[in-house]
């Protein structure tokens, strides 16, 4: 399994913007599947968006498409959630998670991850 290490957290207005980062190592990061889920207090965990380390392809949740970008630092093997337009729907502790290796494309359900970093709040008021 991987070990992964959230930051960049914080409490912000809405409308603006905030940087999520996720330390990767362990496992194989070049060739896995990583993503970034989220869960508000009282809700289920969903999934936000997802990226294939190897080639880049990307998946996003309906409700973040258009304000939300992931990406991948190759190099320092670190995952990124660019969030923009943030809104009070937004707030909700951030995980980074890892794709278990058998599942080929990015899946959006939780289950299909077996690498969970310790999540990162994210706070926005209206």
């Known amino acids: 399994q991987a070990q992964l290490v959230e930051s960049g957290g914080g409490f912000l207005q809405a409308g603006g913007s905030l940087r999520l980062s996720c330390a990767a190592s362990?496992?194989?990061?070049?060739?896995?599947?990583m993503a970034w889920f989220r869960q508000a207090p009282g809700k289920v965990r969903d999934f936000v968006a997802g990226?294939?380390?190897?080639?880049?392809?990307?998946a996003y949740a309906d409700a973040v498409k258009g304000r939300f970008t992931i990406s991948r630092d190759n190099a320092e093997n670190i995952l990124y959630l660019q969030m923009n337009s943030l809104k009070p729907d937004d707030t909700a502790v951030y995980y980074c998670?890892?794709?278990?290796?058998?599942?080929?494309?990015?899946?959006?359900?939780?289950?299909?991850?077996?690498?969970w970093g310790q999540g990162t709040q994210v706070t926005v008021s209206s």
């Open positions: 998670a890892t794709q278990a290796p058998q599942f080929k494309t990015i899946d959006k359900r939780r289950g299909a991850y077996d690498s």
């Open positions: 362990g496992r194989t990061i070049h060739s896995s599947i």
């Open positions: 990226i294939s380390w190897s080639d880049g392809v990307t």
